[in-house]
């Protein structure tokens, strides 16, 4: 919306900085920020009025998650609003790219809200059902994944770029749809799952939205792709000052979800973000590179995914608990050291993911 301050601007006054995207993303970190530092209080004694007993804490889980029993869930609600907001003020409303993420964000996180009231609601772990979060997700991602091919530059289309090899795109076709449904679905979930301590899930969010906001500023100017020789796509620059705002709408929230927290994410935040970074490296035609990126999350997925497969199979369990961090709880590791080192994990994945860009 500030952009447009631009049009009075005759090209060396104050309000010529609003062209440039790093000084409009700077604005949504900041405001992001603010809007977190501002709305938590109210927000956090608003839903402990309305949920009384908090998110329910599961049975089967780690004994010491009882003591969080109480705790306020659906600080998701900060996190999204504090996103909306920052984007709206200061990214360009023009951009395709810019609604795309917008778009999978809020609806993501519409089906986290309903699942959250569902669970405080009936009081009990189980929300909406599955199966229909996952068709809903399916829905959500088949049309963000046909909007972002739409506005990708015709040798783009229908194709998976590869990190490395920097003149391979592997032509999909029409498969390519599914391969990105299954890519925003796959981060929303993986997500989700990872948020299971106080703090575990935001920053490694942060980090990897952080990492992606920087690939789509590199992959959305010209000069910078022909000296990294990686594949030009227009308009995608203008997700660095989405991936701001998230950054500094996830640091206000953190605030409040720092050990002991005193809000959890919810799946209102968890699925939205999980979901937003799905779309951003669809977007920007770096899928694998959020596998890199997100690495964390995939593991986090995989454990789930392997837990349940092999006990189907052998009556026996591979982890003490699933997804993996509450398999390190129940080896008696405190829950700090495990955000800690996990947050430490999801670093070095960044500088990876990040060295994709040069290395060719």
Partial sequence: ?????????????????FRY????AGGAFMTALLFGFLFGPPLINVLRRRQGKGQPIREDGPENHFEKA???TMGGLLIVGALLTSTLLWARLDNPFVWLVLFVTMSFAAIGFADDYAKVRKQTTAGVPGKVRLLLGFVISGVAAWWATMYHPEALQYRLALPVFKDTLINLGYLFI????IVIVGAANAVNLTDGLDGLAIMPVMIAAGTL???AYA??????????DVHYVPGTGEVLIFTAGLFGGGLGFLWYNAPPAAVFMGDTGSLALGGALGAIAVATKHEIVLAIVGGLFVVEALSVIIQVLYFKRTGKRVFLMAPIHHHYEKKGWAEPQIVIRFWIISLILAM?????????
């Avoid at 990876?352 to 060719?360: C, D």
Wanted: aromatic share 16%; proline share 4%; charged share 15%.
């Fill in 1 to 17: 919306m500030l952009y447009w301050l631009t049009a009075l601007s005759d090209g060396g006054d104050f309000f010529n900085l």
């Fill in 21 to 24: 995207i790093t000084f409009r």
């Fill in 70 to 72: 109480g705790t306020p």
């Fill in 178 to 181: 599914p391969f990105a449904i």
């Fill in 213 to 215: 906001g920087v690939i």
């Fill in 219 to 228: 992959v959305g100017r010209v000069d910078f792709t022909e000296y990294l």
């Fill in 352 to 360: 990876v993911g990040l060295a994709t860009l040069k290395v060719r």
